[in-house]
């Protein structure tokens, strides 16, 4: 399972929650960012995890993973959107029926890789707009799951969050979901 993430800012339970849930049901996650470094994750009271990404954006394949996940939250998360390699990564998963989830602040990561036309997602109030006009129907739902695309509003969020990604992706994968 792929983790694309951001290097700074990442919020730490909509990160390391989803990323436990696929280990606990015998997922192997990896970390991919645009370039190897380490991943820095905070919570609300500033405390630190740091994790070495695996590999960059320019070396990952889609063909070596099950699905890819999406953490909200990336203070540089502008810097993934302008990152032609990793928009490619995103728009190449969903093309191959693969599932990809995405929380929070992630789902604008769905916009830039134009892979939200005509699907249900759910939504933070901040990306309505911007995901109606790329062609996705919102709703405020702890979690929406439409036909491999896992999504989910906020931090809030997280047990739905990483129940829905579990049960898709142990769907494609063929892991010990309960």
């Known amino acids: 399972m792929a983790f694309l993430v951001t290097l700074e800012g990442i919020k730490r339970a909509e990160f390391i929650e989803p990323w436990r849930a696929v280990q606990e049901v015998g997922g192997t996650p990896d970390l991919i960012a645009a370039r190897p470094d380490m991943l820095r994750a905070f919570d609300d009271q500033d405390n630190q995890i740091t994790m070495r990404v695996k590999q960059g954006t320019h070396d990952a394949s889609v063909d070596a ?85 896992v999504t989910s509003r906020n931090l809030d969020d997280v047990p739905a969050f990483c129940q829905g990604l579990v049960e898709e992706f142990g769907r494609v994968a063929g892991l010990a979901v309960d």
Do not use: W
């Open 65 to 149: 993973y099950d699905g890819l996940v999406l953490t909200g939250g990336g203070v540089d998360s502008e810097t993934l959107h302008a990152d032609p390699r990793a928009m490619r990564l995103v728009s190449e998963f969903v093309a191959q029926g693969k599932p990809v989830a995405a929380i929070g602040e992630s789902v604008a990561t769905l916009i830039k890789a134009d892979v939200v036309r005509g699907r249900r997602v759910s939504t933070q109030p901040a990306l309505e707009g911007e995901l109606r006009d790329a062609g996705a129907e919102c709703v405020a739902e702890p979690v929406v799951v439409d036909n491999g695309l």
